[in-house]
């Protein structure tokens, strides 16, 4: 493919193009009734096949041929508009657009297909239908319709992207495998944009929209895993009051309240608040587990001048979860696990996986003209983690088993400050969409131990009991006498020029990036520790990542894309395994991947369908083998940084309304895994968490006329067979699982109700994110009520 694309860009660039007609440039402001700017209104000129998109300011930019034509606007939730235009030689047009309220349509829940944009992940102004790059955005309404409050529930509905398990029990943290690679902790996770660590629950009730890159995203992020990036976009202060209580209860004792209030503070409404709130406690279908998780975002956004704007979020969590490692199969097969009670629990209810984190996010905007515009973003970080866990070793042929205790407290600091100037300008009649910037990010992070396991007692997996020993919880410090840090920073650029009356587009981009990762050693704290001698082991790595990619527009609703990408990973040398020194300066992991794709908008832009097949290699992956591998100690392992893993797969993603009364969002994936080479594990092996085919479906019908003020939603969602480790052992394959789900409800006025059950035929199903001889049990049959009441309408 990459062959190919060069042979398009020598194309492009030594052929004379045809002279085209004159063009004069279109351009105006859109506000709202209220005044205030509009961001993300599609305009589009009829006869032209020419469109665009506002900015965040309300500001739009056209160049478009001499003629007669009609503009049109349209934004969800407004009253669309259209208007005949002249366009003359060598004349501005300034074509400015007041929209009134539709008083059908509640703005708030209606993200749908692939004319949106994805400002904050993808760091421009553009469409996600004109993005050489599969991108999937889940908004309110999907949110709202399946009653989600976790990410599992919420990330269920991106084709390729799989959950496979939780760090310790479902108040812990989960994890998640993209394109058949799983994310990574420390690099995959994003909030607005900026990196944050995934330690905790990453969903909250301030997030607006979940967005999911898929595959390598290195030229916007750095090193990041090679399955994609996903980002929490928040919601933002409005113009109008608005607020709005939500209470969930229902199964395993939930009880969850929630508020979200918005509106101006001034009256020019230039100053404007946002305030989200929660509290959940619930137990689980898991005898003795429970968990309790307290949440507060306040926000402000200010105009200081026209074109001068200041937003500023602050987010505080906090939680405590019963520690739960899940089953431990009888007989170390999957099999074994049947004979198992699902709610069995093995550990004690006495450990606890504790959370509390505090982020400060600020964003800075200036309008330079109508076509540029600068950002600074800032953000800092703290978050403060302490395990307290059981694991267990396999039981002898009497169910006897050995548990081990770990525990520790973990303390990191985040920040990053990003500087990027996004603009549109002509030469000729190629249209150019740049984008340049600079980033800074930096973590620190230090533990009080390596959580190494210690024999605590032996139980029985027939009649186990809890409470015989004296709680001793982990000491809060001293901490160990070192520090790990990632520093990370980058200036990247990129241009994506649009030719021939913008049908065909060219994406050109690169980063230059240097990371610096490892250990520094408090040389006065390391006598007569395990450390003595040890000095920093910081690693430097400079990495030029490119970026290409082409868009033909088919027609303004279809486009055709294929994208060539770069990615890298950073690894810093792993000091706990027993082969340390012969890695104290790994090399970096590189993946790269090839892209064909098509994005479609349907039934007047209602419905979003994108369909993307793809090729991902990784070479110098990160690897570790057990020393004893029959009977193994979890902490006595050699690592390597061998190999070259492949992953290819075709996605389909579809969002948005059948008819006025009928929504849709689904999706279906074929992931092929393959171990290519690999010193550890044989060639051939395919990669662990990676199912080779998932579908998910839901559907939601809202009657406008009879039973108006109704909605009834179902949806299924499968997940084919896996492996979760390398070894491929038959009698460790998680078994294929599905999950049928439903809801009903009822809205008047301002009041609304809404049931759903998850997982009606009450399925029993595994996962295994540790690699071990532990599984998670996924929910059982769950029921959940939710009864709101709001003022005001979103805006």
């Known amino acids: 493919m ?65 003629g007669n034509y009609r503009l049109s606007v349209t934004s969800m939730g407004y009253l669309p508009v259209t208007i005949s235009i002249s366009i003359t030689a060598n004349k501005a047009l300034n074509v400015p657009f007041k929209l009134l309220d539709s008083v059908h349509v509640i703005r708030d829940v209606l993200i749908t297909g692939v004319k949106v944009k994805s400002a904050t992940a993808t760091r421009t102004l553009m469409q996600i239908q004109d993005i050489p790059q599969s991108i999937v955005v889940v908004g309110q309404r999907v949110i709202q319709q399946q009653a989600a409050f976790d990410l599992t529930t919420i990330t269920r509905n991106i084709s390729g992207l799989n959950f496979t398990g939780n760090y310790s029990g479902a108040g812990s943290y989960q994890f998640f495998n993209a394109r058949g690679f799983d994310l990574n902790d420390s690099q995959s996770y994003r909030w607005n944009g900026m990196m944050i660590w995934n330690l905790g629950n990453n969903y909250s009730d301030n997030i607006e929209q979940v967005e999911f890159l898929k595959g390598p995203t290195s030229i916007l992020f750095g090193d990041v895993a090679p399955g994609g990036v996903m980002n929490f976009v928040t919601k933002k202060p409005l113009a109008e009051f608005m607020a709005k209580v939500d209470l969930k209860t229902g199964s395993w004792g939930l009880f969850r309240p929630a508020t979200d209030i918005t509106g101006p503070i001034t009256n020019d409404h230039t100053l404007r608040f946002r305030l989200n709130t929660s509290f959940e406690k619930s137990n ?127 303390n990191s600091k985040t920040s990053t ?32 131990n390596a959580g190494s396991l210690y024999l605590l007692d032996t139980s029985n997996i027939n009649h186990t009991v809890h409470g015989l020993k004296p709680v001793i919880e982990p000491a809060d410090s001293p901490y160990l006498p070192y520090v790990s840090i990632i520093a990370r920073t980058g200036v990247y650029a990129q241009d994506q020029m649009m030719f021939f009356n913008e049908k065909l587009h060219l994406l050109l981009g690169m980063r230059a990036g240097r990371t610096r990762q490892g250990n520094h050693y408090f040389t006065d704290q390391l006598a007569g520790t395990q450390f003595a001698g040890y000095t920093d082991n910081i690693i430097s790595k400079n990495i030029f990542t490119p970026r290409i990619g082409l868009v033909y527009k088919v027609h303004d609703w279809w486009s055709l894309y294929t994208s060539y990408s770069k990615g890298y990973e950073i690894n810093s040398p792993d000091i706990f395994a027993k082969n340390y020194l012969q890695y104290v300066s790994p090399p970096a992991t590189i993946s790269s991947q090839e892209e064909f794709g098509s994005k479609a908008n349907l039934l007047n832009d209602k419905l979003g369908i994108s369909v993307s097949i793809f090729q991902i290699d990784k070479h110098n992956p990160y690897g570790y083998v057990y020393l004893d591998p029959v009977h193994p100690d979890y902490d006595a392992y050699n690592v390597y940084y061998q190999g070259h893993h492949r992953s290819q797969g075709i996605e389909l993603d579809a969002d948005g309304k059948l008819s006025s009364e009928l929504s849709i969002t689904a999706g279906a994936a074929y992931t092929k895994t393959k171990v290519i080479d690999d010193p550890g594990y044989p060639t051939g092996n395919v990669l662990p968490n990676a199912p080779k085919y998932t579908g998910n479906f839901w559907l939601n019908y809202a009657p406008l006329k009879k039973l108006n003020g109704f909605s009834f939603g179902t949806g299924l969602f499968y997940k084919d067979k896996f492996f979760s480790t390398l070894a491929n052992d038959p009698l460790l394959e998680i078994p294929a699982s599905y999950t049928l789900d439903a809801s009903v409800g009822y809205k008047y006025e301002q009041v609304g109700v809404q049931l759903n059950a998850m997982n009606i035929t009450n399925q029993v199903s595994y996962l295994n994110p540790w690699q071990f001889n532990m599984f998670d049990v996924k929910p059982l049959r769950q029921f959940i009520l939710t009864l709101s009441y709001q003022i005001g309408k979103a805006k």
Do not use: C, M
Request: avoid cysteine; proline fraction near 5%; aromatic fraction near 14%.
């Open 417 to 448: 400050v990003s500087f990027d100037t996004y603009g549109v300008f002509y030469t000729g009649p190629v249209k150019h969409n740049v984008l340049a910037g600079i980033e800074y990010q930096s973590t620190n992070y230090r533990y009080t």
């Open 2 to 66: 990459k062959t190919w694309l060069l042979i398009v860009l020598l194309i492009i660039f030594n052929s004379n193009l045809k002279a085209q007609s004159a063009r004069s440039i279109v351009y105006g402001k859109i506000t709202d009734n209220d005044g205030l700017p509009l961001s993300f209104v599609n305009v589009s000129v009829s006869g032209a096949n020419l469109g665009t998109a506002t900015d965040e300011n309300g500001n739009y930019f056209l160049k478009i041929p001499i």
């Open 284 to 410: 689980s279908f898991r005898n003795y587990v429970s968990s309790q998780k307290e949440f507060v975002a306040p926000s402000i956004a200010w105009d200081i001048t026209p074109k001068l704007s200041l937003n500023v979020e602050t987010v505080f969590k906090k939680s405590n979860a019963t520690d739960d490692a899940g089953l431990v199969s009888p007989d170390g097969t999957i099999n074994g696990l049947k004979r198992l009670d699902p709610s069995l629990y093995l550990g004690e209810p006495s450990h606890q996986y504790l959370y509390s984190e505090q982020d400060y996010f600020a964003t800075l905007s200036y309008e330079l003209n109508k076509t540029w515009r600068l950002k600074a973003v800032g953000f800092n970080g703290n978050t403060d983690n302490r395990p307290f866990g059981i694991w267990f070793d396999p039981p002898d042929s009497a169910g006897n088993f050995a548990r081990r205790e770990y525990g520790y407290h973990q």
